[in-house]
C-alpha cells in the first residue's frame, strides 16, 4: 500500500492543478457566505472547540462549517457553495466522509490525533491564511532578549513532517498518521480557514470503493434502525410506569 504522512498533491494526483485553478472561486463563495453570516449574525459553524488544548465548548477556537457527513449532503450549508460541490464533483474526488471548511482561530493549537481510516485520505485547500509576521532588523541579542510569544504563522505536523498550508494550494496527507495543526497568528481575528475534504485512496479499485460505500450505507441503516428500536422500548417503559 502507498502510505505516507504527507503526498505530494501536484505530482500525484491529476485533479491537484485543477482544484487550484477554481480555488478563487471556492473562496469567493466562503466569503460572501462569511460576510453574510456575520452581517445577520447567523452561520450553521459547529463548534468543536474541544479537540484543540485548552480548548472548551462554545468557545469558538475551531469549527468547522459541513457541506457534506458521510454519504449525506447538508442542505442547507450546501445551497450557499453550489461552485464548491460541482468543481468536487466534476473532479471525483469526494469520498464517503466529510467536505467543510475548517476555521482556526489565532493562538490555538489542535491536539495531536488520528483519523484512523485508512481507505481515505484527505486533502486541504488554502482559503483564507494569517498573514506572516513581519521581518524585524536584526538587533543585538541580549540575556535579557525574549523570543516573541507567537511563533511564525501557522502549519501541521504529520507523523514529525512540517507543512505549512498556501491560499490557493492543495496539500495532502493520510490521516491515519498522528497529526497535529496549530495557528499562531498574533493578530485578533485572524482565523486559518481550509477546505477539508476526504477522497478514496488511489490503491483502491472502483469495485472496492463501490463494496465499502455500500457496506457504510447499510451499517448506518442498520444504526438508525436500532436508535428507533430503542425509542419505541423507551416510550413503551414510560407508558408502563405512569
Known sequence: ANTRPVHRALEEFDWASKLEAAAPLIRDEYAAYEKRARSQQTANFKDMSEFTDGGKPADASFR???LKEGSRVNKANAAHFPATLRILESLDIIG???VAFNVQA???RLKRH???IGYLLTGHL???LPS???RSREEPQSAAHEPPVCGPVCGLEVDGEVREWEEGKVT???STFLHKTWNDSCTEGEERVILHFDFWHPDLSKEERRALTIFKRLFHERGRERDKERQAAARKLESIFR
Open 64 to 66: 468547522r462549517l459541513f
Open 96 to 98: 464517503d466522509r466529510e
Open 106 to 108: 489565532p493562538r490555538t
Open 114 to 116: 488520528s483519523d484512523r
Open 126 to 128: 488554502g482559503i483564507k
Open 132 to 134: 506572516p509576521p513581519p
Open 172 to 174: 495532502v496527507i493520510d
